[in-house]
Each structure stands twice: as structure tokens, then as C-alpha cells.
């Protein structure tokens, strides 16, 4: 196990690496409008405007090491079939080496490290995500005994099916509908007005935990309802078709009780869809962050990303890029390690 | 149980939120910003909120009077005395307050002035922008007999330079170089090196000083001579700004008004999100809310609710949208097919559509507002169809059952198809866009809309990928040098459009050289003639600036000058706010 835990994050950490260096990469070839956007406004009427300024853009480039090789090797010319090798100078090979010794680079906006960023930002992501994944999960369990005809099934016949409908209707609904009417709904002053819209600058000598936990109520509440169908439902359809089973016809002939029937033996064997749903949770609830967080108000990774792109600051959006593809491949390795858990028919291959 | 816990939760989170408020009020003023003003140095001031703290932080030596509309002294005593030395050098003349001081006690002499300049031109710092921009200023003289009293000289002759002169935080000397090590060098030595790390070691240890001090993120190391200090940061959530409590300007009878600062405290909360700041608003959570679309506008005064708790201010901006054509097209090549074209824009019913008919509707590039330099002999740009079509058949196009070609062509006819570029990011454009297409297509003529991400658009414009695109355009009442728009010098980083005529490059020239307000009014009105006769481009309207604030803050001077307010100036009516008499 330990041999095949040790396997998998080798291949994560492989496969997050070569998606990086291709965004990397991509990001460099392609790089236009960075000079522009730090140098000008673009739309500023100006006498001496630096973007006219080719000393200046030079020594922008320069500060920001782009001026260099993008990589170790390039075409002399977009139609020779030569190529140039430049050795250790390329920008590449500063990436990587700095990403080596734990260094994710330096942000273009504001030169700052982004190592850092990246933790503040997790700070409020983190606990948000989390909540919601558990969250999630849990009451994907509950509505997918519910649904499936748990205990109280005979009297919640009708409810089911409305249930049914809800989750459905939810699946079609974006996250940034369901953030909005949320905050309609308890932070507006002519219906609940129960929570803050912003409250946490109030007191920035430090944060009140009930106020910040009334600050998460509703980022969580969304990414919950966001995710929920799809782990809800698919449970709920694996439940049933368990209980549709032979073995499952033998153990209510035995006189095993209702509820014990759907726990105890069907929801073991319904849990690798969840488990499937599971694995891409987490890259789910970090794309709705990224909503969330903007109509909340919340700086976390989500926003911080979206901002970055839209600005283009290629080094934190390459970071970016490391991050969510290191938690996608860790969503799947947990999966499998759970896979394994749950059915030990299943053995995991080295 | 549960219950019990969540009511506890409720209501702690609730009390602590209402207590800040009911104390506080009287002292704070809140402001939303979209984003976070990223990075607080001086020296490189990326956006317009980093540009507004910097204000709070900082002195210039001129400042611009939003209630008057003019640059008056701030820093300095008077506005500067302007000197022509040949015909390529102007000599400016500043004395600084005698009031002027540092946090320290220390007075701001011209000394501080020059360190700051030098600084902007120091090889290895982060100040390319600020570089390019001062550039002009070629060496300052200091008097020896007066340390409040010195002189830019500066290449070129422009009336402008009297407010870029004057337009920059001026920094403390003895913060970063106690040791005076940049004394040693002129102003155009440090110009003249490559803003590359220098091999110098005085610079460079300036430089090392420089980034362990980390101003961009630590302005309190930087301490400037403005009203307030940083008391409070965290990126992407909020700024707090706390009034010195003994400031030099507070000794000043009258305060000008630059110099006012009466809120004890200015906190800035970033909520990228905007029904998400109209909630906070309403909320009281919230008490400045500016830049709002028209859509939330209408909303929030709309609602009965919101009425008697809120004030609403709407005033024409110097944001112009405008659409130019490309020129070079050999199909916009002829005034006549441009002008044709220009009326099938609707200005009115886009200024109804877009900014619930607030905003200007405008003849020219010259903001209406400014009677002085606005030609209002020129008739406003209208929707006319049946004129298109008359103009373009005085062009030499004639309508087919394929659309319109030229009558004439000794090649293949190419034939009247516009392919329109904007930003994808903005649903104005979008709006200007769908209606061009819609009267276009009505008379037969083809529109291809291309909305494009921000970057690949400057880069699209430069290399005359269009065929007219859309833009907004900022500008300000002082600004009349059209060299960035619509001089050849200017083509093809800046000048999309790629028009240029002998007689308007004359024309923008003098304009920008001419200081005289009756030879300038003559130049301008000549130019904006002949524009909007060649019609390169179409101004369409100039922006509303939308506010709403809490009814009982007051004196935010809400103006169409960017931020659209003076938060410095804001009082509460409300007992226990500092009246403006004791500032």
C-alpha cells in the first residue's frame, strides 16, 4: 500500500510538472499585452505615454527576465528548420530550478513571491472548500439514503420524487445564479437579511469567529448545492439498483430491517460512483471558488487566479495551474486508495 | 440544542457588526473598490486606486481641485512660475510651503524634491513607467539661499508641463539616502543610464535599500507628508487609513481645499462583485458606492426602500466612447464612405440604452463642458440611414443584389463589408456593436463583430486587423495633445485609425505647443472642423461617473474627474463628526 501510495504521488507530482511546463511555456510564447498592461492603461489619452517608450519596454523586460530564451532550445527563425541551443539561460530552466528549491516565482503585478500569495489565499479557500466538500458529502449520503427509500420511504413517497425534481433543477442552475440568489435571499434588507453582504473589514485588528463563520454560511451553502446532485443523485441510482439485488432480496427475507438493509449492506456497495463523483470534487469546488469568492468577497486561490489571468500575470497563473493540477491527480489517487477501501475485490496495480 | 447554537452564533456575529457600526460611524468613512490597488510604491502606481491611496499618503507639489476643476498648489506655494529659454526649454519655478513638514518634524526642502525626481530616474528600480513619463525633466536647480525654492528645466516648450511638473508624491531623502549618495549625480546622468541594475555602487546600494524596504508593500517605510498613514492591509479585502492626528496642513488658515482631510479614518473594502457592494450599501455595511453601472443605478433609486437612506449623484465623465476607422482600408479610404458610415451609429438611443441617457453627447473629442476649447459649431453626430445612403453613392458605391460595390473598378470589386473589433470584457461595446450591425445589415452592408480579449485587441488595432473598432478613451479637461490618437508619429502603436494629413499634424503640434487660450481656442476649434469632416473617428458620447452614498455623508465633491469623489473632504451630518471649520 505504502509501495503504491508512494507510486501515485511520483505520477501526480509527473504529470502536474508537465502540465505546468506546458503552460509555461504556452504562456511565454504567446505573451502579449504584459509590457502593455504594466506600462499603460491602453486607454489614457497621454503626452508621454510610456507605452510609446521602447527603452521603457526593454527595461521591463529585463526586470522581469523576459528577455531571455523562453526554453533551452529555439528556432533560429519561424521558417528555418535550425535550432538554437542557449544552455541554462532560459527562463524555463530558472522556473524549474526555482520551483526545485520550493520557489514559485514572482508575481509581475506586484514582485511579490508567489509562494506566499498562494498560502494566504489558501487560508480562505481551504476552509471553505473543506466545509464544503464535507458538507457535501454528507448530505449527499443523507439525500441518497432518502431517495433511494430509506427508512422513511413508505411516507415520503411524493417527497422523494419533489426531492428528486430539486436536485435535478439544482444540477442546471450556475454557481454564480445560486451565489446571487443566496445573497437575495438572506443578505438583502427587503427578504431575510439575516447575513453580512461584506462584513469582515469591520474589525481589522482582528476577526470575530462568529463573524467570520456568518461570513462562510452562504460561500458554502453554494458550493454545497453546487456539487451536491452530482454526488446525490448518481449514489441515489447505485442504492436503488442495489437494492433491486439478490442478496439484498435475501437479507429482507432474513427479516433485516429497512434501514439497516440500505446501510449495512446495499450503501457498500453503492459507494464507488460516490467515490467516482468524489475524485472530481475537488477540482469542482475549486472552479466554483473561483465564483464564489469573486461575489462574496472572499481572496482566496479561486479569485486570486481569475484575477491573475485577466491580468496577465503568467507566473501566478502558471502556479495556479501546478496547484489545481496537483489536487486533481491527489482527488484520484484518494479515489483509488478509497476504491480499494470500500471494495477489497479491487487490488491496486503498480 | 442545535438551535441554541446556532442563535449564539447569529447573534455574536450580529452584535459585534452592529456595535462597530454604531461607534465607529461618526469616524469612518468605507468605500468600495472593485480591486486591490496591488502595489502602494510610489514609483509605479498600476492603477487608478493605487493611485488614490498614494494621494492619502502622499503630497505633490500641485493637486487637482475636483470642486474647481483646476490644479492648484499643494506642496508647493504658489503654482509655478514659467520661464521660455530659447525655443527648446522651459524653465518652471516652484517654492515649497514654509508649513511643510515631515512626520518627523523634519521640514520638506527642495532637496526632498530632487531626491524624489532622481529616484523616478534610477536604474534597477521598478520605475519604468514613472521613468518614461518625467522623463522630460531634464535637471533641477536648487537655490542655495533658499531651500524651499528650486527649478525644473525641462526639454520642450508645452503649456501641459506646468501640471506634469508638479504631478508626483514627493518622497523623504533621508529615508532611503541618508547619506545623500544620489546628491552626486545630475538628473540627466541618471536619465541618460540604461534602466538596467547599475554596476555603480552607490546606485546599487540605493537600489538593495530600496527593495528591503519593500515600499510597494510597506508604505509606512516610506513615510510621505499627506494627511493619512496605512494602518491596515489585507490584499484583496480592505485598506484602512488613519489621520495623523498632528498634520502640517492643520495650521494652514484657510486649509485649501487639496489639503482638507476630515474623516479620522478611510477604509476601503475591495468587493470585486457588484450587487454584492449594492447589498452592503443597503446593508450599511457599506458607505460610498462609485463607478456603478447603470443597472444597479437604476435599481438602488428605484427601490422605495432605498430612497430616503441613500443620495445619488450622476455626472458626465472625460471617458469618451468613440468608435475609429481604419483609414488604410482601401474600402475606408475615402472620407465620404467613412462619413456614410458614421451615421448609422446611434448615439442617443445608445446613451438611453447603455447609461439610462445620463452622460454627454459630443461633436468632438473636446469634453462639451469645456466652452472654452469645444467647437459647438459642429453638429452632433446622428443616425441618419438615408444619408448613408446618399453619401455613399456620392462615394462611388452603388447597391447590387450582393450589396454595395464601388460603380467603378478597374479590378475586382471589393465590396463594403465591415468587420467591427471591441473589448470582449464590456457590454457597452457589445450594445454599439449589435446596433451598427443591425442598421448596417438593414441596408445591405455585411458586419462581421469581433470582440477580443484586451491584449490581442491592442495588438490586432496595431496591425490594422480591423475594419473600425470601438474603445473608450480617457482623457482630462487639461489634456489636448492628440499625438497619441491621430498623428502620423503615432501610427501604428497608438494611431489605429493610421490618419494623418500634413495639415493636422500642423495642427496637433501647434495645439500641444501653444500655451495662449485664444490662438489654442482657434487651433482646436480648426481641428475638431476638420475631424469631424475626414471622420477618422466618431465620439459618440462622454461616460456618466454614477455614486450613491449613505444620505448623511456629505461633502464628497462627486465630480467627473476620476475617482468620480474626494473622499478626503467627506463629513458625516451627524453629531460627534469633526466639523470642517476645525481642519
Known sequence: MRRWLLLQLGRAGLAAWATASLVFILSRLLAVGTEDAMLSSGNDLQVRTASTSAVARQALRQRLGLDEPVFYVTRISRNSASWRWHGTHNQYHHWLAGLLHGQLGWSYRDGQPIGPKLRTALVYTLPLAGLAAVAATLVALALGLVLAGGPLAASLTSGRAALHLVLSSLQGIPVFMLALGLLFLFANPDALDLLPAYSLADNPDGLLLGAYLLQLIMPVLTLVLAVLPELALPLAAALRHELRADYVTTARAKGVPAASLLRRHALPNALPPLLTSFASLLPSLLAGTVVVESVFSLPGVGRLLAEAAAAHDYPVVVAGVLVTAGVRLLGLALADALYALADPRIRLAL | ?583
Not at chain 2, 495623523?244 to 473594502?269: C, S
Not at chain 2, 448613408?388 to 465590396?415: D, E, F, I, N, Y
Open chain 2, 1 to 583: 440544542m442545535k438551535y441554541v447554537w446556532i442563535c449564539l452564533l447569529l447573534a455574536i456575529g450580529s452584535s459585534a457588526c452592529s456595535q462597530l457600526d454604531k461607534h465607529q460611524k461618526h469616524k469612518i468613512v468605507r468605500i468600495r473598490w472593485v480591486r486591490d490597488p496591488e502595489n502602494l510604491s510610489p514609483l509605479v502606481q498600476p492603477n487608478q486606486n493605487a493611485v488614490d491611496a498614494l494621494n492619502l499618503l502622499h503630497c505633490s507639489l500641485l493637486q487637482l481641485d475636483v470642486a474647481t476643476g483646476t490644479h492648484v498648489p499643494a506642496l508647493a506655494d504658489s503654482l509655478p512660475s514659467v520661464h521660455l529659454v530659447g525655443d527648446s526649454l522651459t524653465e518652471l519655478s516652484y517654492q515649497l510651503r514654509r508649513a511643510a513638514t515631515w512626520d518627523n518634524g523634519r521640514p520638506v526642502l527642495a532637496t526632498d524634491v530632487a531626491f524624489t525626481l532622481k529616484l523616478y530616474q534610477c536604474p534597477g528600480l521598478p520605475n519604468e513607467r514613472a521613468r518614461a513619463q518625467l522623463s522630460f525633466i531634464r535637471a533641477i536647480k536648487l537655490d542655495t539661499a533658499a531651500p524651499r525654492r528650486f527649478t525644473l528645466v525641462c526639454r520642450g516648450q508645452a503649456p501641459d508641463f506646468r501640471l506634469e511638473t508638479g504631478d508626483f508624491p514627493v518622497l523623504p531623502e533621508t529615508t532611503l539616502d541618508a547619506k545623500h549618495t544620489l546628491r552626486r549625480y545630475s538628473l540627466a546622468q541618471l536619465a541618460n543610464l540604461p534602466g538596467l541594475p547599475s554596476r555603480d555602487t552607490a546606485l546599487s546600494a540605493l537600489v538593495s535599500r530600496y527593495q528591503h524596504a519593500d515600499p510597494s508593500h510597506h508604505p509606512e517605510r516610506l513615510p510621505g507628508c499627506g494627511a493619512y498613514r496605512l494602518r491596515a492591509w489585507e490584499i484583496d479585502r480592505f485598506l484602512t487609513f488613519v489621520r495623523k492626528p498632528h498634520w502640517w496642513a492643520d495650521t494652514l488658515r484657510p486649509t485649501p481645499f487639496v489639503l482638507q482631510a476630515r474623516p479620522r479614518q478611510l477604509t476601503y473594502l475591495i468587493i470585486p462583485d457588484e450587487t454584492s457592494a449594492a447589498l452592503a450599501l443597503r446593508r450599511h455595511e457599506l458607505d460610498v458606492l462609485p463607478q456603478l453601472t447603470a443597472r444597479a443605478f437604476k435599481h438602488l433609486r428605484e427601490d422605495d426602500s432605498t430612497k430616503q437612506e441613500l443620495s445619488f449623484y450622476s455626472l458626465a465623465s472625460y471617458e469618451l466612447l468613440m468608435a475609429g476607422f481604419n483609414t488604410r482600408q482601401p474600402i475606408l479610404r475615402d472620407s465620404l464612405t467613412r462619413q456614410a458610415l458614421a451615421r448609422l451609429f446611434d448615439p442617443a438611443k445608445l446613451l438611453q440604452a447603455t447609461q439610462l441617457g445620463q452622460g454627454l453627447r459630443t461633436a468632438s473629442l473636446v469634453h462639451p463642458g469645456n466652452r472654452r476649447y469645444y467647437n459647438d459649431s459642429l453638429a452632433l453626430p446622428i443616425y441618419d440611414p438615408r444619408q448613408t445612403v446618399s453619401l455613399l453613392k456620392q462615394a462611388g458605391w452603388q447597391r447590387q443584389a450582393t450589396g454595395w460595390v464601388p460603380a467603378k473598378s478597374k479590378h475586382t470589386p471589393q465590396p463594403l463589408k465591415i468587420r467591427m473589433r471591441y473589448r470582449a470584457d464590456d457590454a457597452v461595446f457589445a450594445t454599439v456593436g449589435l446596433q451598427f450591425k443591425s442598421a448596417a445589415t438593414a441596408l445591405g452592408i455585411p458586419v462581421e463583430l469581433l470582440p477580443t480579449e484586451a491584449s490581442s485587441l491592442t495588438t490586432a488595432l496595431q496591425e490594422g486587423d480591423f475594419d473600425i473598432y470601438v474603445r473608450k478613451l480617457s482623457s482630462t479637461p487639461f489634456a489636448f495633445d492628440f499625438t497619441m490618437l491621430l498623428h502620423s508619429r503615432a501610427i501604428p502603436k497608438s494611431n489605429f485609425t493610421k490618419f494623418s494629413t500634413r495639415t493636422t499634424d500642423r495642427l496637433i503640434d501647434a495645439i500641444a505647443a501653444t500655451g495662449a487660450p485664444a490662438q489654442k481656442r482657434k487651433l482646436l476649434r480648426r481641428f475638431q472642423t476638420i475631424i469631424q469632416q475626414q471622420t477618422p473617428l466618431v465620439p459618440l458620447f462622454f461616460l456618466p461617473y454614477r455614486l450613491a452614498t449613505a444620505r448623511e455623508l456629505q461633502h464628497l465633491y462627486p465630480s467627473g474627474y476620476k475617482p468620480g469623489y474626494y473622499a478626503a473632504a467627506a463629513t458625516w451630518n451627524i453629531a460627534g463628526s469633526i466639523p470642517a471649520a476645525a481642519q
